[in-house]
């Protein structure tokens, strides 16, 4: 799994004084850019070349809050690929606590915004985000 750290900033709390569930969706994306990133695809590389990653369903489960200053671990990974498609895995843990958890259907468009299948660099890099899952 793809690790990446974050510190909970003030401006991510909720009225309750614990992170707001919509930001956990930000979350989960910059774990999955700097997956991404790693394996020497950045989105603006890809957008450059005509490519755009969207997504297209997700699903996440919050489990435990998270509060101001917590250091928080993104773990990503792929669980399954296919030609114009991914799906990633993805959790939240601090000190191995679960916090959140979430599955992410993410898909390729060209530059006309019509589904496509990954550039064949971007496939390569794919297989060294694949994981397997209980």
């Not at 991510?12 to 991404?36: C, K, M, W």
């Not at 898909?107 to 550039?119: E, R, S």
Request: charged share 20%.
């Amino acid at each position: 799994m793809h690790k990446v750290e974050i510190k909970v900033r003030f401006s991510e709390l909720d009225p309750y004084g614990h992170v707001n569930h919509s930001i956990y969706l930000q979350y989960f994306e910059e774990g999955r850019t700097a997956a991404t990133a790693e394996i020497g695809h950045s989105l603006d590389s890809l957008l450059a070349n005509g490519f755009s990653l969207v997504v297209a369903q997700v699903e996440t489960k919050f489990i435990s809050p998270s509060y101001l200053s917590d250091n928080l671990t993104i773990e990503s990974g792929i669980i399954q690929a296919k030609r114009a498609s991914v799906q990633w895995s993805q959790r939240i843990t601090k000190a191995d606590v679960l916090i959140a958890a979430q599955k992410t259907r993410i898909g390729c468009l060209n530059v006309n915004g019509n589904p496509c299948k990954f550039p064949d660099e971007l496939a390569t890099g794919i297989k060294d985000l694949l994981i397997t899952t209980d």
